[in-house]
T-cell receptor, first 114, second 109 residues
Framework: ETGVTQTPRHLVMGMTNKKSLKCEQHLGHNAMYWYKQSAKKPLELMFVYNFKEQTENNSVPSRFSPECPNSSHLFLHLHTLQPEDSALYLC?????????????FGSGTQLSVL | RKEVEQDPGPFNVPEGATVAFNCTYSNSASQSFFWYRQDCRKEPKLLMSVYSSGNEDGRFTAQLNRASQYISLLIRDSKLSDSATYLCVVNQAGTALIFGKGTTLSVSS
């Protein structure tokens, strides 16, 4: 276990549904991230939170809405998604959000949008 | 030119073989370099950081060539358990990590 827990592991949703992905880290880290991994594509950074403040939004569509209530929890709220949003969504954390730090990933949520 | 490029493979090698992967990056200002390993349907995990002077961890050796803007990973005496996808990761001050698509390695007995 990496100390980063994601739920649910799998999610199937229709385009009109609203759902949320949850991430929790037990490592005492101050930075948390959402990444998207589509088939045959590299991991794409979506959002970065450092000490609960969003420090990066990588041109993500507004149908993805992150929330970071504290340094240990991160959510990704989903609404009116498109089939091309189907992917593995990975949460990660690092100690201070510095560029040379190790990232600890959760197991991911495999999302299918019908 | 893509920011981080890797040969996707797959590299199919027998047990005991030595295999090397290269990765090129486009931003000459990049400062941090890593190799991550990702098993099928699992999350990526840090394999090793890559330092300017090169570094070794057991059977794994990583090297950085700033002039040519590439990093390499050498695996000696391959094991079945080395079968995975190896992700090249590059950073630049002030930005988050940029991942390559990965190189798939399959080690067979």
């Amino acid at each position: 276990e990496t100390g980063v827990t994601q739920t649910p592991r799998h999610l199937v949703m229709g385009m009109t549904n609203k759902k949320s992905l949850k991430c929790e880290q037990h490592l005492g880290h101050n930075a948390m991230y959402w990444y998207k991994q589509s088939a045959k594509k590299p991991l794409e950074l979506m959002f970065v939170y450092n000490f609960k403040e969003q420090t990066e939004n990588n041109s993500v569509p507004s149908r993805f809405s992150p929330e970071c209530p504290n340094s240990s929890h991160l959510f990704l709220h989903l609404h009116t998604l498109q089939p091309e949003d189907s992917a593995l969504y990975l949460c990660a954390s690092s100690q201070e959000g510095q560029v040379n730090e190790k990232l600890f990933f959760g197991s991911g949520t495999q999302l299918s949008v019908l | 030119r893509k920011e981080v490029e890797q040969d996707p493979g797959p590299f199919n090698v027998p047990e005991g073989a030595t295999v090397a992967f290269n990765c090129t990056y486009s931003n000459s200002a990049s400062q941090s370099f890593f190799w991550y390993r990702q098993d099928c349907r699992k999350e990526p995990k840090l394999l090793m950081s890559v330092y300017s002077s090169g570094n070794e961890d057991g059977r794994f050796t990583a090297q950085l060539n700033r002039a040519s803007q590439y990093i390499s990973l050498l695996i000696r005496d391959s094991k079945l358990s080395d079968s995975a996808t190896y992700l090249c990761v590059v950073n630049q001050a002030g930005t988050a990590l940029i991942f390559g698509k990965g190189t798939t390695l399959s080690v067979s007995s």
